[in-house]
């Protein structure tokens, strides 16, 4: 193995090994918490228990509850810390759980009493305002019982204590954060286990996910579709059939696939609360795959293979290395952002995996149009009018997809900065299923441009500098719609194409 192929093995491996070790929860739905510790803010600790969009609950029907379930959540602190009391006091430390609705923020903390304090001081005790030792609360004047505040006291000079079961059901639509503080410094170095059990009316989907079961299941009947007219077509005239066809047929096969695969693994999560990690990697595998082969198809039409060059010659080796990196580096961020916790922080964990992605898409770009620069060179120096101008129609194809791609990125880009507590929740599931959708209308243009005849036209590569035969020509639109279809997958930064 020469040393740039071995280099390029270890970066895929060590993307993998990244990804399986990041993705340390296939719970979602269910927040897990091992051993995790206190962050000081201001006069208090906290502990970011979860936030997910949630929908009132159905108060027509018992089974339509929407609710936040504590199951065993046990708080440990330090022995110095417990060595400080005697055994026969009580309440010898507090620790509250806090839950609010995103727009009630401001009623958590001391700013509408004009301090910065987040705990409760004797000052303001003395001012009858709080009381010392809790979190500032304010309520909400329309729901007095919110935001939710929950205690839990340790006894004497007990290390442990257990927060008593509760269930805490959601009346009112939005999104909801979960923070576990105390105020007490002698409780420094405070852990926590357990989990925290969330649920919307129709399961336990969180809210930004929900709406992608019901468009994954429109997505998977639209490649059904497809599929069977695509099938008819193709046995009707399969005596005709050309090498191109079996790779839009290939394309096809793959987004029924991986469709169905997000499907069943949505209502699968839906229905238990958890990731099925077996599904859920085999839906990441088939998306790696699409897009790696995608990129790859729109690569080899654009220098021309089959139509300018026989074959790739000794680029082959160097295509087939970028192809397989790629395919490990989307693979390893998508494991990392689908068996992930639904509310991991590991913002540099996930840099690391983005950046490899970003740089091999930009790689992609870049080598995609110098080649079709120079593929329609050579065809312009051959005069061959009929392929000039169909890859000059595939050059516009593509600089329009690769504009709406950018477009649709600053947009991403615009919701992500203008809405960092996801108040825009409920229509955050647009845009990855925007890609979804153009990626499937190109594909549709490509089936009807390109779809199998009984007269085919020759598509093999020729030697001959004249313009040849028109036919020859018009074999290339499928391909140019092809690569065209397959760009749109390109965006760089993805945004939780499912939550």
């Known amino acids: ?198 649920r919307n009316p129709q399961g336990y989907l969180p809210g930004k996910m929900a709406p992608m079961m019901t468009f994954y299941g429109f997505m998977s009947l639209a490649y059904l579709a497809l599929g069977l007219l695509w099938f008819i077509q193709f046995v009707r005239c399969w005596k005709d059939i050309l090498q191109l066809h079996y790779h839009i047929t290939a394309v096809i096969a793959l987004g029924m696939c991986e469709m169905a695969f997000w499907y069943f693994e949505y209502a699968n999560f839906n229905s238990t609360g958890t990731r099925p990690m077996d599904i859920t990697i085999w839906a990441v595998t088939f998306t790696a795959v699409k897009k790696t082969v995608s990129r790859l198809l729109l690569l080899v039409v654009s220098m021309g293979y089959g139509i300018v060059l026989p074959t790739l010659g000794g680029i082959t080796s160097r295509v087939a290395a970028l192809g397989f990196i790629y395919f490990v580096a989307s693979e390893a961020l998508e494991l990392f952002e689908n068996l992930g916790n639904i509310n991991d922080f590991s913002g540099k964990t996930r840099l690391f995996l983005v950046l490899p992605v970003a740089i091999l898409d930009a790689t992609f770009i870049i080598w995609i149009f110098s080649s079709l620069s120079r593929t329609l060179e050579k065809l312009q120096l051959r005069r061959s009018m009929a392929k000039l101008e169909l890859y000059r129609k595939f050059t516009n194809s593509l600089a329009v997809s690769v504009l709406i791609s950018i477009a649709w990125i600053g947009y991403e880009l615009y919701f992500n900065a203008t809405d960092p507590l996801s108040e825009l929740w409920q229509r955050a599931w647009i845009i990855p299923a925007f890609w979804n959708v153009l990626s499937y209308a190109l594909l549709a243009i490509i089936c009807i441009l390109w779809s199998p005849s009984r007269n085919p036209t020759g598509f093999a590569y020729s030697e001959d500098a004249g313009e040849g035969a028109d036919e020859e020509g018009l074999s290339l639109v499928g391909s140019a719609m092809k690569g065209t279809g397959d760009m749109v997958n390109m965006h760089i930064f993805p945004e939780d194409k499912r939550a």
């Not at 959540?73 to 330090?78: C, D, G, Q």
Request: net charge neutral; aromatic share 10%.
């Open 1 to 198: 193995m020469r040393p740039p192929r071995r280099a390029a093995l270890s970066l895929a491996l060590g993307l993998s090994l990244a990804a399986l070790l990041a993705a340390r929860g296939a719970d979602a739905s269910v927040h897990e918490y091992a051993g995790g510790g206190f962050a000081p803010r201001t006069n208090s600790f906290f502990f970011h228990g979860g936030s997910e969009g949630l929908y009132a609950s159905d108060p027509s029907s018992n089974s339509s509850a929407s609710f936040i379930r504590f199951d065993t959540v046990v708080f440990r602190r330090t022995l110095e810390s417990a060595s400080r009391h005697e055994e026969m006091q009580q309440k010898t430390g507090l620790v509250e759980a806090i839950i609010v609705e995103i727009q009630d923020r401001d009623k958590i903390g001391g700013s509408y009493l004009h301090f910065d304090s987040i705990c409760c001081t004797p000052e303001l005790d003395k001012e009858k305002s709080c009381r010392v030792g809790e979190v500032i609360i304010r309520p909400n004047p329309d729901n007095p019982e919110w935001p939710k505040r929950i205690q839990t006291f340790f006894e004497g000079k007990n290390e442990e204590t257990t927060m008593l079961p509760q269930l805490v059901s959601i009346n009112k639509t939005g999104m909801y954060y979960l923070y576990f503080m105390f105020c007490d410094p002698q409780l420094k170095g405070l852990k926590i286990t357990g989990r925290t059990v969330w």
